[in-house]
């Protein structure tokens, strides 16, 4: 027990001799920085009265007034301003701008044109001679020279321009329109000939001289 209460109180003595030496070395330090503060003084402090009186004064110039008064025109006056308008006016570039209707287009031209084309009369093509003699010639221009048989078999005699002869028989083609020969009768000859999609019959007589 004794041994217990003397390291109590050595360490109570160790404890209080480090506490006062902290408190010494604290008020050591508060004085030192209240001497700086009292030795360090501010730069305006220093600046002595008679400098902190003393301003810049500004320096006027006299400037000599003019006179700013100018005689009045008076009313009858003309006025100077009336020849600048008057004067010619200089011509500007778009004044002296000249239209060439030459390289651009008609603004007025319709842009569909319709061509009027002229119909023209369509002319009659020559048709090549058949290689039949009958279908050389117009059916009219053969003439009937004979006429031989009986009702159920008949046959005629055709003459042409050239008087070269040709029989005719029912269903024999002659003329330029595609004629037919229908019928032979004992004194004439009947041809059926089609002329836009018409029927028309041509009568060749049987010419006895």
């Given at each position: 027990?004794?041994?217990?209460?003397?390291?109590?109180?050595?360490?109570?003595?160790i404890v209080?001799?480090?506490?006062f030496f902290?408190?010494?070395?604290?008020?050591?330090?508060?004085?030192?920085?209240?001497?700086?503060?009292?030795?360090?003084?501010?730069?305006?402090?220093t600046?002595?009265?008679s400098?902190?009186q003393?301003?810049?004064v500004?320096?006027?110039t006299?400037?000599?007034v003019?006179?700013?008064?100018q005689?009045?025109?008076?009313a009858?006056?003309p006025?100077?301003?009336?020849?600048?308008?008057?004067?010619p006016i200089?011509p500007?570039?778009?004044?002296?701008?000249?239209?060439?209707?030459?390289s651009?287009?008609?603004?007025?031209?319709?842009?569909?044109v319709?061509e009027t084309?002229?119909?023209?009369?369509?002319?009659k093509?020559?048709?090549p001679?058949?290689i039949?003699?009958l279908?050389?010639?117009?059916?009219?221009?053969?003439?009937v020279v004979?006429?031989a048989?009986?009702?159920?078999?008949?046959?005629?005699i055709?003459?042409?321009a050239?008087?070269?002869?040709?029989?005719?028989l029912?269903g024999?083609?002659?003329?330029?329109?595609?004629?037919?020969?229908?019928?032979i009768?004992?004194?004439r000859?009947?041809v059926?000939e089609y002329?836009?999609?018409k029927?028309k019959r041509i009568?060749?007589k049987?010419?006895?001289?």
């Open positions: 027990m004794k041994k217990i209460k003397l390291i109590l109180l050595s360490a109570f003595i209080f001799i480090t506490a902290a408190c010494t070395d604290k008020v050591k330090d508060a004085s030192k920085s209240k001497a700086a503060a009292k030795k360090i003084t501010p730069a305006a402090a600046v002595s009265p400098q902190r003393v301003k810049p500004p320096v006027t006299a400037v000599p003019q006179n700013k008064t005689p009045v025109p008076a009858n006056a006025i100077a301003s009336t020849s600048a308008a008057n004067a200089a500007t570039s778009a004044d002296a701008y000249n239209y060439d209707p030459m651009k287009p008609d603004p007025f031209r319709p842009f569909i319709v084309v002229e119909k023209k009369k369509i002319e093509k020559e048709q001679l058949s039949f003699p279908q050389r010639a117009e059916t009219d221009r053969y003439r004979g006429i048989g009986d009702e159920d078999h008949r046959v005629a055709a003459e042409d050239a008087k070269k002869f040709y029989p005719l029912k024999t083609r002659i003329g330029l329109r595609n004629g037919k020969v229908i019928e009768l004992a004194d000859v009947i059926e002329e836009n999609n029927a009568i060749l049987l010419r006895k001289n």
